[in-house]
Protein backbone atom coordinates (compact mmCIF):
# COMPACT_ATOMS: atom_id res chain seq x y z
CA UNK A 1 0.00 0.00 0.00
CA UNK A 2 1.74 3.47 -0.99
CA UNK A 3 2.05 6.40 1.59
CA UNK A 4 -1.48 8.26 1.42
CA UNK A 5 -1.19 11.55 0.14
CA UNK A 6 -2.66 14.67 -1.54
CA UNK A 7 -2.08 15.96 -4.44
CA UNK A 8 -1.64 20.36 -5.21
CA UNK A 9 -0.30 20.81 -8.20
CA UNK A 10 -1.61 18.92 -11.21
CA UNK A 11 -2.84 20.49 -14.41
CA UNK A 12 -5.38 18.11 -15.86
CA UNK A 13 -4.43 18.61 -19.24
CA UNK A 14 -1.05 16.86 -18.72
CA UNK A 15 -2.87 13.39 -17.57
CA UNK A 16 -4.05 13.05 -20.84
CA UNK A 17 -1.62 9.68 -22.05
CA UNK A 18 -1.06 8.99 -25.39
CA UNK A 19 -3.33 6.05 -25.60
CA UNK A 20 -6.51 8.32 -24.29
CA UNK A 21 -5.56 11.10 -26.86
CA UNK A 22 -5.45 8.94 -29.72
CA UNK A 23 -9.14 7.36 -28.54
CA UNK A 24 -10.35 11.19 -28.72
CA UNK A 25 -8.60 12.02 -31.84
CA UNK A 26 -10.43 8.80 -33.51
CA UNK A 27 -13.91 9.55 -31.36
CA UNK A 28 -13.62 12.93 -32.08
CA UNK A 29 -12.24 12.94 -35.97
CA UNK A 30 -9.32 15.28 -35.06
CA UNK A 31 -6.21 14.49 -36.99
CA UNK A 32 -3.08 14.31 -34.68
CA UNK A 33 0.58 14.79 -36.69
CA UNK A 34 1.47 11.28 -34.95
CA UNK A 35 2.04 8.04 -36.63
CA UNK A 36 0.95 6.56 -33.13
CA UNK A 37 1.66 6.47 -29.22
CA UNK A 38 5.11 5.64 -29.51
CA UNK A 39 5.46 8.08 -32.20
CA UNK A 40 3.91 10.94 -30.09
CA UNK A 41 6.32 9.58 -27.01
CA UNK A 42 9.02 10.44 -28.87
CA UNK A 43 8.14 13.95 -29.16
CA UNK A 44 8.57 14.07 -25.51
CA UNK A 45 11.79 15.65 -25.27
CA UNK A 46 11.68 18.80 -24.28
CA UNK A 47 14.52 21.12 -24.02
CA UNK A 48 12.60 23.53 -21.46
CA UNK A 49 8.85 24.89 -20.70
CA UNK A 50 7.70 26.02 -23.88
CA UNK A 51 9.16 23.53 -25.30
CA UNK A 52 6.20 21.12 -23.50
CA UNK A 53 4.01 23.98 -23.51
CA UNK A 54 3.58 23.78 -27.23
CA UNK A 55 2.92 19.95 -27.60
CA UNK A 56 0.49 20.12 -24.55
CA UNK A 57 -1.63 22.99 -26.13
CA UNK A 58 -1.40 20.90 -29.40
CA UNK A 59 -2.83 17.67 -28.19
CA UNK A 60 -5.57 19.27 -25.97
CA UNK A 61 -7.43 19.80 -29.83
CA UNK A 62 -8.54 16.04 -28.90
CA UNK A 63 -10.70 17.28 -26.07
CA UNK A 64 -14.19 18.38 -27.22
CA UNK A 65 -17.02 17.10 -25.13
CA UNK A 66 -18.27 16.97 -21.39
CA UNK A 67 -17.06 13.13 -21.92
CA UNK A 68 -13.72 13.84 -23.09
CA UNK A 69 -13.07 15.49 -20.00
CA UNK A 70 -15.23 13.25 -17.62
CA UNK A 71 -12.83 10.21 -19.43
CA UNK A 72 -9.79 12.51 -19.15
CA UNK A 73 -10.66 12.90 -15.16
CA UNK A 74 -11.65 9.42 -14.41
CA UNK A 75 -8.68 7.96 -15.91
CA UNK A 76 -6.27 10.64 -13.73
CA UNK A 77 -8.37 9.68 -10.65
CA UNK A 78 -8.11 5.86 -10.91
CA UNK A 79 -4.20 6.40 -11.41
CA UNK A 80 -3.97 9.08 -8.63
CA UNK A 81 -5.78 6.46 -6.20
CA UNK A 82 -3.33 3.40 -7.14
CA UNK A 83 -0.56 5.63 -6.08
CA UNK A 84 -1.89 6.46 -2.46
CA UNK A 85 -3.70 9.92 -3.79
CA UNK A 86 -6.68 10.66 -1.48
CA UNK A 87 -7.55 14.12 -2.17
CA UNK A 88 -6.24 16.20 -5.78
CA UNK A 89 -6.38 19.82 -5.64
CA UNK A 90 -6.76 19.66 -9.98
CA UNK A 91 -5.86 22.93 -12.19
CA UNK A 92 -7.37 23.28 -15.47
CA UNK A 93 -6.41 25.36 -18.34
CA UNK A 94 -10.14 27.28 -19.52
CA UNK A 95 -8.28 29.60 -21.49
CA UNK A 96 -6.88 26.76 -23.86
CA UNK A 97 -10.47 25.64 -24.72
CA UNK A 98 -12.33 28.59 -25.04
CA UNK A 99 -9.55 29.88 -27.79
CA UNK A 100 -10.92 26.41 -29.50
CA UNK A 101 -14.86 26.97 -29.37
CA UNK A 102 -14.97 24.53 -26.16
CA UNK A 103 -17.36 26.22 -23.66
CA UNK A 104 -16.48 26.74 -20.01
CA UNK A 105 -19.73 24.05 -19.62
CA UNK A 106 -18.34 22.02 -21.25
CA UNK A 107 -14.99 21.92 -19.39
CA UNK A 108 -16.20 22.50 -16.09
CA UNK A 109 -19.54 20.31 -15.99
CA UNK A 110 -17.67 17.48 -17.96
CA UNK A 111 -14.55 17.23 -15.25
CA UNK A 112 -17.95 17.41 -12.88
CA UNK A 113 -18.77 14.33 -14.06
CA UNK A 114 -15.89 12.63 -12.41
CA UNK A 115 -14.91 14.72 -9.75
CA UNK A 116 -18.30 14.21 -8.24
CA UNK A 117 -18.66 10.66 -8.28
CA UNK A 118 -14.64 10.64 -6.99
CA UNK A 119 -15.11 10.22 -3.58
CA UNK A 120 -17.19 7.24 -3.98
CA UNK A 121 -15.78 5.92 -6.64
CA UNK A 122 -11.90 6.13 -6.08
CA UNK A 123 -11.68 7.57 -2.40
CA UNK A 124 -10.31 10.54 -3.45
CA UNK A 125 -11.85 13.88 -2.36
CA UNK A 126 -10.92 16.46 -5.25
CA UNK A 127 -11.13 20.52 -5.75
CA UNK A 128 -11.11 22.75 -9.12
CA UNK A 129 -8.53 25.40 -9.68
CA UNK A 130 -8.78 27.47 -12.49
CA UNK A 131 -6.03 28.55 -14.17
CA UNK A 132 -4.82 31.92 -15.99
CA UNK A 133 -2.50 32.07 -18.95
CA UNK A 134 0.04 34.14 -17.96
CA UNK A 135 1.02 34.95 -21.39
CA UNK A 136 -2.48 35.87 -22.12
CA UNK A 137 -3.78 39.20 -21.37
CA UNK A 138 -4.56 40.45 -17.93
CA UNK A 139 -8.28 41.10 -19.76
CA UNK A 140 -8.35 37.75 -20.73
CA UNK A 141 -8.08 36.69 -17.78
CA UNK A 142 -10.65 38.89 -16.18
CA UNK A 143 -13.21 37.93 -19.13
CA UNK A 144 -12.30 34.18 -17.62
CA UNK A 145 -13.11 34.58 -14.69
CA UNK A 146 -16.65 36.42 -15.19
CA UNK A 147 -17.34 33.34 -17.81
CA UNK A 148 -16.59 31.10 -14.73
CA UNK A 149 -18.83 32.74 -12.40
CA UNK A 150 -21.84 30.20 -12.90
CA UNK A 151 -19.70 27.60 -11.90
CA UNK A 152 -18.47 28.74 -9.00
CA UNK A 153 -19.63 26.03 -6.55
CA UNK A 154 -17.67 23.81 -8.20
CA UNK A 155 -14.37 25.70 -8.49
CA UNK A 156 -12.47 26.42 -5.38
CA UNK A 157 -9.53 28.74 -6.11
CA UNK A 158 -7.48 30.62 -9.05
CA UNK A 159 -4.10 29.56 -10.37
CA UNK A 160 -1.88 30.99 -12.94
CA UNK A 161 0.48 28.63 -15.15
CA UNK A 162 1.82 28.91 -18.70
CA UNK A 163 5.45 30.41 -20.22
CA UNK A 164 6.92 32.47 -16.87
CA UNK A 165 9.21 34.34 -18.00
CA UNK A 166 8.68 37.72 -18.89
CA UNK A 167 4.98 37.33 -17.52
CA UNK A 168 5.36 38.97 -13.99
CA UNK A 169 2.33 37.84 -11.43
CA UNK A 170 1.86 41.82 -10.70
CA UNK A 171 0.26 41.94 -14.18
CA UNK A 172 -2.66 39.92 -12.67
CA UNK A 173 -3.41 42.16 -10.00
CA UNK A 174 -6.23 43.08 -10.50
CA UNK A 175 -7.81 39.79 -11.63
CA UNK A 176 -6.32 38.06 -8.12
CA UNK A 177 -8.56 41.04 -5.63
CA UNK A 178 -11.57 40.22 -8.04
CA UNK A 179 -11.21 36.08 -7.27
CA UNK A 180 -10.45 36.70 -3.82
CA UNK A 181 -13.87 39.65 -3.65
CA UNK A 182 -15.66 36.49 -5.10
CA UNK A 183 -14.26 33.99 -2.18
CA UNK A 184 -11.81 32.20 -3.98
CA UNK A 185 -8.52 31.04 -2.83
CA UNK A 186 -5.32 31.79 -4.63
CA UNK A 187 -2.11 29.69 -5.78
CA UNK A 188 0.30 30.62 -9.00
CA UNK A 189 3.22 29.01 -10.31
CA UNK A 190 6.37 31.28 -9.69
CA UNK A 191 10.36 30.49 -9.45
CA UNK A 192 9.65 27.50 -11.84
CA UNK A 193 11.55 29.06 -14.36
CA UNK A 194 11.66 32.62 -13.38
CA UNK A 195 13.36 34.23 -10.94
CA UNK A 196 12.74 34.24 -6.73
CA UNK A 197 11.26 38.15 -7.14
CA UNK A 198 8.77 36.10 -8.87
CA UNK A 199 7.75 34.27 -5.73
CA UNK A 200 7.92 37.78 -3.52
CA UNK A 201 5.42 39.38 -6.34
CA UNK A 202 2.87 36.63 -5.89
CA UNK A 203 2.94 36.40 -2.53
CA UNK A 204 2.61 40.25 -2.21
CA UNK A 205 0.18 41.28 -4.91
CA UNK A 206 -1.14 38.12 -5.33
CA UNK A 207 -1.79 37.48 -1.69
CA UNK A 208 -1.47 33.89 -3.09
CA UNK A 209 -1.81 31.26 -0.19
CA UNK A 210 0.56 28.37 -1.92
CA UNK A 211 3.48 28.69 -4.33
CA UNK A 212 3.07 26.26 -7.05
CA UNK A 213 7.20 25.35 -7.89
CA UNK A 214 9.03 27.90 -6.02
CA UNK A 215 11.70 25.90 -6.57
CA UNK A 216 14.20 29.12 -7.41
CA UNK A 217 13.40 30.87 -3.54
CA UNK A 218 16.76 28.99 -2.95
CA UNK A 219 18.40 31.64 -4.67
CA UNK A 220 17.14 34.45 -2.13
CA UNK A 221 17.72 33.45 1.39
CA UNK A 222 15.66 36.27 2.92
CA UNK A 223 12.73 34.83 0.60
CA UNK A 224 13.78 31.69 2.21
CA UNK A 225 13.77 32.75 5.79
CA UNK A 226 10.19 34.37 4.76
CA UNK A 227 8.73 31.35 3.11
CA UNK A 228 9.98 29.10 6.41
CA UNK A 229 8.34 31.69 8.78
CA UNK A 230 5.04 31.96 7.12
CA UNK A 231 4.94 28.04 6.30
CA UNK A 232 4.28 28.94 2.77
CA UNK A 233 3.11 25.97 1.04
CA UNK A 234 5.44 25.15 -2.06
CA UNK A 235 4.04 22.16 -4.80
CA UNK A 236 7.77 21.11 -5.69
CA UNK A 237 7.20 18.41 -8.61
CA UNK A 238 10.11 16.93 -9.04
CA UNK A 239 10.52 14.57 -12.02
CA UNK A 240 8.96 17.89 -14.08
CA UNK A 241 11.80 19.65 -13.54
CA UNK A 242 14.09 17.05 -14.71
CA UNK A 243 11.95 16.65 -17.71
CA UNK A 244 11.98 20.72 -18.34
CA UNK A 245 15.56 21.29 -17.61
CA UNK A 246 14.96 22.87 -14.36
CA UNK A 247 17.61 20.77 -12.76
CA UNK A 248 20.23 18.99 -14.54
CA UNK A 249 19.80 15.62 -13.16
CA UNK A 250 17.14 14.61 -9.70
CA UNK A 251 20.49 13.70 -7.78
CA UNK A 252 20.63 17.48 -8.36
CA UNK A 253 17.65 18.29 -7.19
CA UNK A 254 17.25 20.84 -4.02
CA UNK A 255 14.65 19.21 -2.35
CA UNK A 256 16.53 17.65 0.59
CA UNK A 257 18.13 21.37 1.24
CA UNK A 258 14.98 22.75 0.99
CA UNK A 259 13.57 20.70 3.80
CA UNK A 260 16.32 21.24 6.11
CA UNK A 261 15.91 24.80 5.62
CA UNK A 262 12.53 24.10 7.03
CA UNK A 263 10.23 25.00 4.10
CA UNK A 264 7.14 23.50 3.96
CA UNK A 265 7.32 21.54 0.66
CA UNK A 266 5.31 19.05 -0.93
CA UNK A 267 5.93 16.71 -3.77
CA UNK A 268 3.24 16.65 -6.90
CA UNK A 269 3.04 15.43 -10.78
CA UNK A 270 2.70 18.39 -12.05
CA UNK A 271 1.79 16.64 -16.22
CA UNK A 272 2.55 13.26 -15.12
CA UNK A 273 1.85 11.70 -18.35
CA UNK A 274 4.41 13.83 -20.21
CA UNK A 275 7.19 13.43 -17.28
CA UNK A 276 7.41 10.30 -16.69
CA UNK A 277 4.93 9.77 -13.25
CA UNK A 278 2.49 10.20 -11.07
CA UNK A 279 2.35 11.34 -7.78
CA UNK A 280 3.77 8.38 -6.03
CA UNK A 281 6.41 7.95 -9.01
CA UNK A 282 7.69 11.27 -7.70
CA UNK A 283 7.67 10.08 -4.36
CA UNK A 284 9.67 6.99 -5.13
CA UNK A 285 11.99 8.69 -7.43
CA UNK A 286 13.26 11.05 -4.44
CA UNK A 287 12.91 8.46 -2.17
CA UNK A 288 14.96 6.70 -4.62
CA UNK A 289 17.65 9.06 -5.93
CA UNK A 290 17.72 11.65 -3.32
CA UNK A 291 17.64 9.43 -0.27
CA UNK A 292 14.86 10.62 1.86
CA UNK A 293 14.45 8.70 5.21
CA UNK A 294 10.76 7.30 5.68
CA UNK A 295 10.42 10.20 8.41
CA UNK A 296 11.02 13.09 5.40
CA UNK A 297 8.42 11.14 3.49
CA UNK A 298 6.20 11.25 6.09
CA UNK A 299 6.95 14.81 6.38
CA UNK A 300 6.43 15.28 2.97
CA UNK A 301 2.90 13.73 2.70
CA UNK A 302 1.74 15.13 6.39
CA UNK A 303 2.65 18.81 4.30
CA UNK A 304 0.39 18.14 1.75
CA UNK A 305 -2.73 17.61 4.03
CA UNK A 306 -1.94 20.78 6.13
CA UNK A 307 -1.69 22.54 2.58
CA UNK A 308 -4.54 21.34 0.81
CA UNK A 309 -7.69 23.38 0.60
CA UNK A 310 -9.91 21.19 3.00
CA UNK A 311 -11.08 24.49 5.45
CA UNK A 312 -14.20 23.29 4.78
CA UNK A 313 -14.00 19.61 5.58
CA UNK A 314 -11.23 19.26 8.34
CA UNK A 315 -12.61 15.83 9.32
CA UNK A 316 -11.09 14.76 5.95
CA UNK A 317 -8.27 16.41 6.63
CA UNK A 318 -7.81 15.02 10.38
CA UNK A 319 -9.06 11.36 8.67
CA UNK A 320 -5.94 11.56 6.00
CA UNK A 321 -3.79 13.01 8.71
CA UNK A 322 -4.20 9.80 10.85
CA UNK A 323 -3.73 7.78 7.91
CA UNK A 324 -0.47 9.16 7.36
CA UNK A 325 0.75 9.06 11.30
CA UNK A 326 -0.90 4.99 10.72
CA UNK A 327 1.41 4.22 7.98
CA UNK A 328 4.08 1.67 8.00
CA UNK A 329 6.75 1.83 5.39
CA UNK A 330 6.72 -1.36 3.57
N1 LIG B 1 4.86 23.04 -15.40
C1 LIG B 1 4.08 23.99 -15.89
N2 LIG B 1 4.46 25.28 -15.76
C2 LIG B 1 3.70 26.26 -16.26
N3 LIG B 1 2.56 26.04 -16.88
C3 LIG B 1 2.13 24.79 -17.04
N4 LIG B 1 1.04 24.30 -17.63
C4 LIG B 1 1.08 22.98 -17.52
N5 LIG B 1 2.19 22.59 -16.89
C5 LIG B 1 2.87 23.72 -16.56
ZN1 LIG C 1 2.41 23.22 -13.14
Not at 51 to 63: G, H, K
Not at 212 to 228: A, I
Not at 244 to 269: E, F, I, K, Q
Not at 291 to 308: C, I, K, Q, T, Y
Request: net charge negative.
Amino acid sequence: MPLPKAELHLHIEGTLEPELAFELAGRNGVPLPYAGTDALREAYRFTDLQSFLNLYYELMAVLRTEQDFADLADAYLARAAAQGVRHAEIFFDPQAHLARGVGMDTVVEGLWRALGRSEEKHGVSTRLIMCFLRDETAESAMRTLRAAQPYLGRITGVGLDSAETGHPPAKFREVYEAATALGLRRVAHAGEEGPPEYITEALDVLGVERVDHGLRCTEDPELVERLVRDRVPLTLCPLSNVRLRTVDALADHPLPAMLDAGLMCTVNSDDPAYFGGYAGDNFDAVRDTLGLSEERLRDLARNSFHAAFLDDDEERRARCLAEVEAYTFG
